[in-house]
């Protein structure tokens, strides 16, 4: 088991892409602190998990609530003395709400933003100090094809919350070289999951999508798991900084 031993915090952990890698670090030994504004969901994850003999437990958070975000992390400490890994996954799409810059509110400008990457940014920003102290952690970015190139126009809040995401990935990597703190991020693309439901639930928009990506098919939540596992664990001992694309090819052509 490739993380035997080491303490996950992973946020967004109710549904899609969070629980796949929530319940994947359990079964590689990890210790998983699953963190989500879902609470039900984020519960239900935890109750799988520990059903199979495994450690985790789940705390209530708003990713975007400084407040609930340092009493996550401090819950993790106090519980479990250290957290090794994080895995920034919480996020939202609102695809009913978004517009091109001139028509979008700044209500949901404010509200994706938010979530999306002032979340990412509290999240990181609280768990970097147990790890300065143990010196050593492992800090995993959820990005987006949509915050790397112009291909979805009118997502304008989330595309540049997920443009944050990717200068996040590299102004934290190059901070925390020196303290062992790797800080990576994870670009997924056209996953089938809960977030993305409101495109691909029509069979016709379902299938133009998958025709995009050049190895035929959506992408599923356990597609994730192995990149996870391996920026989670000590085998990318040697790799920050970087992007690391699970797309099926989307973004290679």
Known sequence: ????????????????????????????????????????????????????????????????????????????????????????????????????????????????????LRGAFLCAKYAVPPMLEQGSGSIIHTGSPTGLTGCAPKLTAYSVSKGGIAGLTKVMAAAYAGNNIRVNSIVPGTMDTPMNRYILADPKEREEYRRAVPLGRLGQPEDIEGIAVFLASDESAYCTGGTYMCDGGLTAV
């Open 1 to 116: 088991m490739r993380l035997q031993g080491k303490v996950a915090v992973v946020t967004g952990s109710a549904v899609g892409l969070g629980r796949a890698v929530a319940t994947r670090f359990a079964r590689e030994g990890a210790t998983v602190v699953g963190a989500d504004i879902n609470e039900p969901d984020g519960a239900a994850t935890v109750d799988r998990i520990k059903e199979s003999g495994l450690a985790a437990m789940f705390v209530p958070t708003d990713v975007s609530d400084e407040k609930a975000v340092a009493a996550l992390m401090r819950t993790a400490v106090e519980e479990f003395g250290r957290i090794d890994i994080l895995y920034n996954n919480a996020a939202v799409l609102c695809s009913d709400r978004e517009a091109v810059v001139h028509e979008l509110s700044s209500d949901t400008w404010d509200f994706v933003i938010g979530v999306n």
